[in-house]
Every structure is written in C-alpha cells, then in structure tokens.
C-alpha cells in the first residue's frame, strides 16, 4: 500500500484520451493534484465482469483506491443503439469478436450491423463515475448524451465511437467539436461535473 496522499485523485484510466478529458474537466479543482496510475507506478488491469456501468466503474474505483491508498475517481461508459437493442452499451469496447481490432474497425462494423435499419439511427452515450475513498466509501453519478450514429467518419478529435457519433444539437459530430465544446456536452462532461461537488466534499473530509 503506498502512502496515502492528501489533496489528491487517482485517475484510474490508462486510455490517454479519457485521461486528457478528465484531466480537462477537472482542472477547475486547481489545488488537487490529479494523478495517474503511471504517476504512481500501479499497473493494473480490472476485470470488466459487472452487467452495468455502475457495476464496472465501482469495481475499477475500488481497486485502484485499494492499490494506491488514494481518493480515486474511475468511469465505464458505453454506446448505446436503438436499431440494435441498445448495443454495444458496456461491451462498446469489446464490440468486435476480434481482440485485435481498432476503434476504426469497431466504427465499421457497427455501421454494416445498421445496414437495412431505417435511419436516424438514434443512439446515446452513456457514462458512470465512481468515486472510492482507500476506506472503501464509494459514490457514483450518472451522464448521458443523446445523438444519432452517421456512415461516414468526420473529425478526428476525441476517441472510439466519437467520429460516427453525430449531436443535432450540435450539428457536428463528437469528433468534430473542440475539446472545451465536447466537454461541455460529453457523457463523462456531465458525470464528471456532477461528482466535482461530491469530490470536494470528500477531499475537505479528508483535510480536517
């Protein structure tokens, strides 16, 4: 067990592009340092066998904060199609039955699984976060962001599903918005932002 840290979160994440985005979207809590598994030299890989977001983001959240001895913030987060059932949801990241396949293989092999569905072919991204304290107290909080799924790729900011994911509201597509625009409307953006309060309280917990 490391030595416990004050004023401090674990990002538990090794995806850089969900770490840039947490990062950004806690920036505003500028006397926290934020550290990552590297930062801390853990190295470990959580089974993913919860049957929801919450399940997957509690179990990762524990034992990151068992591990490092610090408050630790962890995410599960999927895709969700109407045409097919609500699929991936929390198998977005294991979409494909090869193991080797890249997010751009995913994209397409969802968009030929759409092929004969009447489109708009509605779809949401969802998120949880889960917050663990190295007692074991944990919380979570809920994000979503509803769009549609597009043929073709556009953009090339953000990761995963992001190019195909199109935001009317927006009129572009996840990958097509800046950093700050995405955030302001992402899945994560709207978990993360909900459980900045509860963040602030535990680290004020922790500090008296």
């Known amino acids: 067990?490391?030595?416990?840290?004050?004023?401090?979160?674990?990002?538990?994440?090794?995806?850089?592009?969900?770490?840039?985005?947490?990062?950004q979207l806690l920036q505003e809590l500028i006397n926290v340092r934020l550290l990552t598994p590297k930062?801390?030299?853990?190295?470990?890989?959580?089974?993913?066998?919860?049957?929801t977001y919450k399940e997957n983001a509690v179990l990762k959240a524990q034992a990151f904060a068992r591990e490092s001895g610090v408050l630790t913030l962890a995410d599960d987060s999927g895709l969700e199609?109407?045409?097919?059932?609500?699929?991936?949801?929390?198998?977005?990241?294991?979409?494909?039955?090869d193991p080797d396949a890249t997010d751009a293989d995913r994209r397409a092999l969802m968009v030929a699984n759409l092929q004969g569905y009447p489109q708009p072919w509605t779809a949401r991204f969802r998120a949880c976060v889960a917050l663990c304290t190295p007692e074991g107290e944990v919380q979570t909080v809920d994000g979503k962001c509803?769009?549609?799924?597009?043929?073709?790729?556009?953009?090339?900011?953000?990761?995963?599903?992001?190019?195909i994911f199109y935001i009317p509201t927006m009129s572009r597509t996840m990958a097509q918005l800046t950093d700050e625009e995405k955030n302001a409307v992402s899945h994560r953006g709207n978990a993360v932002r909900a459980a900045i309060p509860l963040l602030v309280e535990l680290l004020q917990d922790k500090a008296n």
């Open 39 to 51: 930062d801390l030299g853990i190295d470990l890989d959580v089974a993913e066998t919860g049957s």
């Open 81 to 97: 199609v109407d045409a097919l059932d609500g699929a991936p949801g929390i198998h977005s990241k294991r979409y494909s039955p």
């Open 146 to 163: 509803e769009g549609e799924i597009i043929v073709e790729d556009r953009g090339t900011n953000g990761f995963g599903y992001d190019p």
């Open 1 to 23: 067990m490391l030595t416990k840290l004050k004023g401090a979160i674990l990002l538990a994440t090794n995806n850089p592009g969900k770490l840039l985005e947490l990062q």
